[in-house]
């Protein structure tokens, strides 16, 4: 029986991991694969990408409540679920800091089930803008962000940088070029997951070559490891918005200026929010799914509802360099002027708010007495 190939993708908050995923599943799919994709994210559920990407025609499911890293037995299992589903190709993330899956997964996997799963190249999306870092240009993120970015692709079997549509040529050639100064033994690739330019010769690769399987040394755990862990924070809640009064309410809108207001929120305090991410579903595969990826920066918007709706649930995801409470704080004020705004009502039915070296997160806190 032929073992079925899995990959994991790392890389910077906001860089386009799931939408790679989905279009690297789709090219797969085109060509006689039948790929899938296995979601995972910190938080406990109300996740974005895992609704999102349950919206596609690819095979799904997702792990909540940490990384997989830290799920071996959770993780194969949700594996053999899709291979059961007729997966030939399993794409998934690590969320939070984007390291640490090459020894925690990739080791794991190729030690204890070799006979089930071929590795493919441990792989980091590289966002153009965040190479700026690297470049030591300004983009309004705590300094100590470089050594994630940085670890992310010194992990990395394949590099790729994506976002490709967003840039002129002069500036992707220079990244290119910085990227591969920096790992001069690293395959680079680029393509734009959004458009689909470079995305099959992406996948050709993918498919067509292994992971190395080896342990590389990236600092993980280490005290620059640990101040940008600090710097993070998580925020997760659905909220269900109905009208106050009888009269239209444009959802589309209202998100909107959700994000505007935890965007001057977060400016007026100092802080910044690496990826800001909403979804909401309508009718009959009706949905608004769009992300900001900075406060300096515009917000993306991969569908806007079409349908007319007296009320939505809404997921709202951030992951914040900022501290938990004061995120916590400027999304309440965002949702509140809006409500007010747009004469809403809302009710939360999930929360959760973190830092990402918080004590008692993921069930981890030791019990303390005065």
Known sequence: MAKTKYMVFSGFLGAGKTTSMLALAHSLNAHGHKAAILANDL??????????????????????????????ENLVDKLRQLVAGGADVIFSDIPGCGIGALDHVYLQIAEKEADEFDLLPFTCIVDPERLKM???????LPVEMRFLLGAQMAEADLIVLNKIDTIDAEYKDKCLALIRTLHPDTPVMAMSARTGEGVDDVA??????????QHREIGYGSEAFMAAERLL??????????????????????ITDIFEGIRAGLKARGANVP????????????????SLT??????????????????????????????????????????????????????????????????????TGKASKY
């Not at 609704?51 to 990384?67: K, M, P, W, Y």
């Not at 050709?204 to 399987?213: C, D, G, P």
């Not at 914040?320 to 704080?329: G, K, R, T």
């Open 134 to 140: 690297l470049m030591d240009e300004d983009i309004n």
């Open 294 to 363: 900075g406060v300096d920066y515009p917000i993306e918007y991969d569908r806007k509802l079409t349908g007319s709706y007296s009320a939505i649930s809404l997921i709202i995801n951030a992951r914040a360099a900022a501290d938990a409470e004061l995120m916590a704080s400027v999304v309440d004020d965002a949702l509140d002027n809006v409500c007010q705004n747009y004469a809403l009502k809302h009710r939360t039915f999930f929360l959760e708010n973190f830092g990402m070296m918080d004590e008692g997160r993921g069930n």
């Open 43 to 72: 938080g406990a559920g109300n996740i974005v990408d895992a609704d999102f990407t349950a919206t596609s025609d690819v095979l799904t499911t997702s792990i909540a409540g940490n990384c997989i890293c830290y799920q071996h």
């Open 204 to 213: 050709e690769y993918l498919v067509s070559h292994s992971a190395a399987a």
């Open 233 to 254: 924070s998580w925020y997760n809640r659905r909220v269900y918005l109905e009208q106050r009064e009888e009269k239209a309410v444009d959802f589309n809108a209202a």
């Open 275 to 290: 990826h800001l991410k909403a979804f909401a579903s309508g009718i009959d595969g009706d949905f608004f799914k769009a």
